[in-house]
């Protein structure tokens, strides 16, 4: 009994197939893509932005 040689779809916990791993079907890829592209837009601006514009108007 290997974990390895039946990977668990991350999204459902279903069987995962060799065609979409490590997911079960395109639905849970896009599932995961989605995930990421929400977290993405989530993150704030870069914090080095607001040392870049520091350091700009000191020198001006
Ligand atoms: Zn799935």
Known sequence: MSPL???ACP????????E???F???RCKDR???K???DGYA???DPVDDEALDNES???
């Open 32 to 34: 995961d893509l989605l």
């Open 11 to 18: 999204m459902c916990r279903r069987a995962a197939s060799p």
């Open 5 to 7: 040689s039946s990977p």
């Open 36 to 38: 990421w592209l929400g």
């Open 58 to 60: 000191a020198r001006d």
């Open 43 to 45: 993150i704030p601006g």
């Open 20 to 22: 979409h791993a490590p």
């Open 24 to 26: 079960c079907s395109p």
